[in-house]
């Protein structure tokens, strides 16, 4: 159950896009369409923000995007805001029936 | 509105126990598969276990499996966690989550267990 490997920091100014990527094995990210992902704030519980690879839950701006290729998921974040500033998480269901997360990825809004 | 509340956590010696509850709200508890997972503070989620909605299935993160049971109470609307043999490493913020398509769709806002003599 190794966590999912993503970057540690990304940074974007606003207005601008950045992408987060998620790369696991052909035992989870590769072999499920199940890959999730989170949004945290500071102090606050995570909030889904993608699930099903590209699906965003009722109320989550379309500026939040999933994709999948291979092994490695991504999540793109276009037209930057000062909100989006966070760490971002991903998750993906697995060959053993249980589920990873990746370690986290901090953005920073310049 | 979802509601998804954790209670239970607490200062426990090495080597002890803690149950948590998760008391759920505002949807059909039994219809939806659970979660716990937890986050040492200033760290990444990690994902400790599972319960299906008949209380079948349960899974476990390498790391708990044999030290923690999740289990249900549908008619309750509640979830639980039991957690013996408690580590230090155990130390964190454990979150009740529901799970939509294989997805931690709703969160609790997180009950904080401390291992520590």
């Known amino acids: 159950q190794s966590a999912l490997t993503q970057p540690a920091s990304v940074s974007g100014s606003p207005g601008q896009s950045i992408t987060i990527s998620c790369t696991g094995t052909s035992s989870d990210v590769g072999g499920y369409n199940y890959v999730s992902w989170y949004q945290q704030h500071p102090g606050e519980a995570p909030k889904l923000m993608i699930y099903d690879i590209t699906s965003r839950p009722s109320g989550v701006s379309n500026r939040f995007s999933g994709s999948k290729s291979g092994n490695t998921a991504s999540l793109t974040i276009s037209g930057l805001q000062a909100e989006d500033e966070a760490d971002y998480y991903c998750?993906?269901?697995?060959?053993?029936?249980?589920?990873?997360f990746g370690g986290g990825t901090k953005l920073t809004v310049l | 509105e979802v509601q998804l509340v954790e209670s239970g956590g607490g200062l426990v010696q090495p080597g002890g126990s803690l149950r948590l509850s998760c008391a759920a709200s505002?949807?059909?508890?039994?219809?939806?598969?659970m979660h716990w997972v937890r986050q040492v503070p200033g760290k990444g989620l990690v994902w400790v276990s599972r319960?299906?909605?008949?209380?079948?299935?349960?899974r476990y993160a390498d790391s708990v499996k044999g030290r923690f049971t999740i289990s249900r109470d549908n008619a309750k609307n509640t979830l639980y966690l039991q957690m013996n043999s408690l580590r230090a490493e155990d130390t964190a913020v454990y979150y009740c989550?529901?799970?939509?398509?294989?997805?931690?769709?709703?969160w609790g806002q997180g009950t904080l267990v401390t291992v520590s003599s």
């Open positions: 989550v529901r799970d939509w398509r294989f997805a931690c769709y709703d």
């Open positions: 505002g949807f059909i508890f039994s219809n939806y598969d």
């Open positions: 319960i299906k909605t008949d209380e079948s299935g349960a």
């Open positions: 998750t993906s269901f697995t060959s053993s029936t249980t589920w990873v």
